[in-house]
Each structure stands twice: as structure tokens, then as C-alpha cells.
């Protein structure tokens, strides 16, 4: 058998040879040899867990923010060491690598994609700088949603309520339609609903046309705004990351790839179950209506059938006469809660909680706890449309 450098064979002859001139120092050589192997093999399994961990050091990965760090976590646990860029409190809209985050990245051998706003602009820098690093872009081959006029409370004609209960009339053939129209990750939409999905794409302008919208170059449909990264928030997409990820890491660490394995189909269903459940709970209000400042739970939204309205788009503050629409909007349709998230400002939203005396909440679409989070989110909104419905 051939041993070739840094193998555990290898390591293992090394450390060998090394406890064995130690205690030749010590003992002198006679005396050395003279123990018996017994002896040093029981020295040897005293020092292995030593040598085991030279053997087996975590593998450095990058990811740009938590619900992605708690997925690598889950899948490799102590196999990994995680770098997570954007912390809590900041927005992936806005942020910036810090220059010992660059300089800490030019080392990483894997960086994990999921499409956020700074890694357009950064990704090719940090290559750039780090030649060896792999860049595995979890978010390809997902159909995007885009932060469009769907998502815009104040762009609506006064029609979005109804627009959005449409939904129900092609909804009924399966519990969790919504991700098949909306072509989450299933192109045959086209063949089994193709007059669901061109009605939808003029509905919502956002991603029932085939790959070429997935990725296409925005100059092409400008109309469509700017892509939305918060793939994650549904549950169904998170399992294709998942699954993903996992093929990565059992690449990057075949001696683990069997834990990897295990760790993914143990994921894997927590997430179908967590699906299922969420699926339930917001059955009764399929349909329904809730305002957020900024549009980030828009997958989760079309997952559960729900329509997600925003008071910005884009980093973009509502006007004053946006503002007064709003207000005459949200008291129409009795809207007793505005959502939150930590990472932008909550001026506007409490602006017009204040005028509606309706209640602001939370719904974090970067908490590093996925599954109690959505959770919260899913009982959160449940409350929301109770407190209108009181």
C-alpha cells in the first residue's frame, strides 16, 4: 500500500517515529529498544487522539449569513469551522466584509453562495484574492423571485387582495400548490399548469418563465426588480440547499461523508415535517393579506399561499402620498399588525401602526435558530390575522 503525504497512514508513521526518539532521548537507545512493543504500542494509543485531531482539522467554510451557517452546522457539526459574514443586526443589503473578514477569506478553501446583494460585488473580489477557494453558488438552478410590484403595498391599484386570492381558484389539486405554480424548483409547472403559470407571470411578474428568467441579466427584464436571496425562508427550497451542501461537504470530507449522509436525512425530514406543519397552521388563512416594512419572507409567502405587501422595496421609503395610501389601504382591509425585521428601520412601520393602532412584530428572516424561527414567523402571522379578524 502507497502512503502519500498528509494521509492518516502517513501522519501516523510520523508520529510513530517521533514518540520513539523521545524516548530514545529519554531512556537512552539501548534502553529504548529494549521495551517491549507492547509498551509502545499502549504509549502510542495514549498519544493517538492527539495525532487524530492533526489528522482530522475542521474544514474552514464561508457562508454570508446564519440560517446558511445553522444548515452547515447541522450537516457537519464539529467537522467544520464556520465563518458567517453577515452578523446579526446587519442586512446583507447593505453590508460590507470588514478588511480582516477579506483577509481571514483569503485563506477559506470554501465559500457557500446563497445570492444575498454583497456577494455580487464581493464574490469576484474575494476569488480574486483567494485563487484556491471553491465558490459553490447554492442558489443556481432556483427559480428566483424578484422584489417587484407584487411585493409594493403602495404601487397596488387597489385590486391586490383580490389579485392574490386568484390563487385559490388553482390551488385545490394539492395541499402546497403554491410551490408548483410558483416554480420553486419543479419546471414541469409548465406542462402540468402552463395556463396558471403565464397568468401567474402577469400577476406577479416574478418566476414562472423558465430558466432564462432565473439568472438573466437584469438589463433584460429591469421590470422584474431586483432579485430576492431569501431562499431559505421556504422550507421546500431549503431542502434543495441542503442537499446541495451536503454533496459538497462529503466532497470535501470523504472520511466524514457517511455522518454527512446521516446528518442530511435526518435534515431532510425535519424540514419536510416543519413544512407540513407550517402548511396547516396557515390553511385557514390561505389567501390572506400581511404588511411588512421590508419584503423578505416573500417565498414563505408563496409557499403558504399568503400575499406579502411591503411598505419599502429596494431600500426605498414610501413617499408621503405612498405613505397616506398605505394608511387608507391597511384601515380597509383592517390590518391589525405591521411586521418588522431588526435589520432596517422601523420609523415608517411604526408610523403606520401608530395611525392603523395596530401592533408592530417580528419576523427575522436571518435568525440563526431556522426552525424556531419559522415557527415564530408562522405563529406570528397567525396572530396578525387574528387580531384582524377580532
Known amino acids: 500500500m502507497s502512503?502519500?503525504?498528509?494521509?492518516?497512514?502517513?501522519?501516523?508513521?510520523?508520529?510513530?517515529?517521533k514518540l520513539l526518539s523521545r524516548i530514545q532521548r529519554t531512556l537512552g537507545s539501548r534502553a529504548a529498544r529494549s521495551l517491549p512493543l507492547s509498551v509502545l504500542g499502549a504509549l502510542a494509543v495514549l498519544a493517538a487522539p492527539n495525532a487524530q485531531a492533526e489528522d482530522s482539522a475542521p474544514l474552514h467554510v464561508a457562508v454570508?449569513?446564519?440560517?446558511?451557517?445553522?444548515?452547515?452546522?447541522?450537516?457537519?457539526?464539529?467537522?467544520?469551522?464556520?465563518?458567517?459574514?453577515?452578523?446579526?443586526?446587519?442586512?446583507?443589503?447593505?453590508?460590507?466584509?470588514?478588511?480582516?473578514?477579506?483577509?481571514?477569506?483569503?485563506?477559506?478553501?470554501?465559500?457557500?453562495?446563497?445570492?444575498?446583494?454583497?456577494?455580487?460585488?464581493?464574490?469576484?473580489?474575494?476569488?480574486?484574492?483567494?485563487?484556491?477557494?471553491?465558490?459553490?453558488?447554492?442558489?443556481?438552478?432556483?427559480?428566483?423571485?424578484?422584489?417587484?410590484?407584487?411585493?409594493?403595498h403602495h404601487h397596488d391599484d387597489g385590486s391586490g387582495h383580490d389579485e392574490h386570492a386568484g390563487h385559490d381558484e388553482h390551488e385545490d389539486h394539492a395541499d402546497h400548490a403554491e410551490h408548483d405554480e410558483h416554480g420553486h424548483e419543479d419546471h414541469a409547472d409548465h406542462d402540468e399548469h402552463g395556463h396558471e403559470d403565464h397568468a401567474d407571470h402577469?400577476?406577479?411578474?416574478?418566476?414562472?418563465?423558465?430558466?432564462?428568467?432565473?439568472?438573466?441579466?437584469?438589463?433584460?427584464?429591469e421590470d422584474l426588480g431586483e432579485a430576492d436571496p431569501h431562499l431559505w425562508l421556504d422550507p421546500q427550497r431549503m431542502q434543495t440547499v441542503v442537499e446541495r451542501t451536503a454533496k459538497v461537504l462529503e466532497a470535501q470530507l470523504p472520511e466524514h461523508a457517511g455522518e454527512i449522509d446521516a446528518?442530511?436525512?435526518?435534515?431532510l425530514k425535519t424540514l419536510n415535517t416543519l413544512d407540513t406543519q407550517i402548511?396547516?397552521?396557515?390553511?385557514?388563512?390561505?389567501?390572506?393579506?400581511?404588511?411588512?416594512?421590508?419584503?423578505?419572507?416573500?417565498?414563505?409567502?408563496?409557499?403558504?399561499?399568503l400575499a406579502q405587501h411591503a411598505i419599502e422595496v429596494s431600500g426605498r421609503e414610501p413617499t408621503?402620498?405612498?405613505?397616506?395610501?398605505?394608511?387608507?389601504?391597511?384601515?380597509?382591509?383592517?390590518?391589525?399588525?405591521?411586521?418588522?425585521?431588526?435589520?432596517?428601520?422601523?420609523?415608517?412601520?411604526?408610523?403606520?401602526?401608530?395611525?392603523?393602532?395596530?401592533?408592530?412584530?417580528?419576523?427575522?428572516?436571518?435568525?440563526?435558530?431556522?426552525?424556531?424561527?419559522?415557527?415564530?414567523?408562522?405563529?406570528?402571522?397567525?396572530?396578525g390575522f387574528e387580531r384582524t379578524d377580532s
Open 202 to 221: 402577469d400577476e406577479h411578474g416574478h418566476e414562472d418563465h423558465a430558466d432564462h428568467d432565473e439568472h438573466a441579466g437584469h438589463d433584460e427584464h
Open 279 to 305: 402548511a396547516q397552521a396557515l390553511a385557514p388563512y390561505k389567501g390572506r393579506n400581511f404588511l411588512i416594512f421590508h419584503p423578505s419572507f416573500g417565498y414563505f409567502a408563496d409557499r403558504y399561499s
Open 64 to 152: 454570508s449569513v446564519p440560517p446558511i451557517e445553522w444548515m452547515v452546522d447541522q450537516l457537519a457539526g464539529d467537522h467544520v469551522e464556520i465563518t458567517t459574514l453577515v452578523k446579526p443586526g446587519n442586512s446583507p443589503h447593505t453590508y460590507d466584509p470588514t478588511p480582516r473578514q477579506v483577509a481571514e477569506l483569503s485563506t477559506v478553501p470554501l465559500y457557500l453562495a446563497i445570492g444575498v446583494p454583497f456577494e455580487q460585488v464581493w464574490l469576484p473580489r474575494l476569488e480574486k484574492n483567494n485563487t484556491e477557494m471553491q465558490v459553490v453558488h447554492l442558489e443556481e438552478g432556483l427559480n428566483t423571485r424578484h422584489f417587484g410590484s407584487e411585493d409594493a
Open 320 to 383: 408621503p402620498r405612498e405613505m397616506a395610501t398605505l394608511v387608507t389601504r391597511a384601515k380597509d382591509e383592517n390590518i391589525g399588525t405591521i411586521f418588522v425585521s431588526g435589520q432596517f428601520s422601523q420609523t415608517a412601520a411604526k408610523r403606520i401602526a401608530s395611525s392603523l393602532d395596530a401592533e408592530v412584530a417580528v419576523l427575522d428572516p436571518l435568525a440563526e435558530d431556522y426552525l424556531e424561527n419559522l415557527k415564530r414567523a408562522t405563529e406570528a402571522l397567525k396572530a
Open 3 to 17: 502512503m502519500h503525504a498528509g494521509s492518516p497512514l502517513a501522519s501516523r508513521q510520523v508520529f510513530c517515529e
Open 263 to 267: 446528518n442530511e436525512q435526518r435534515l
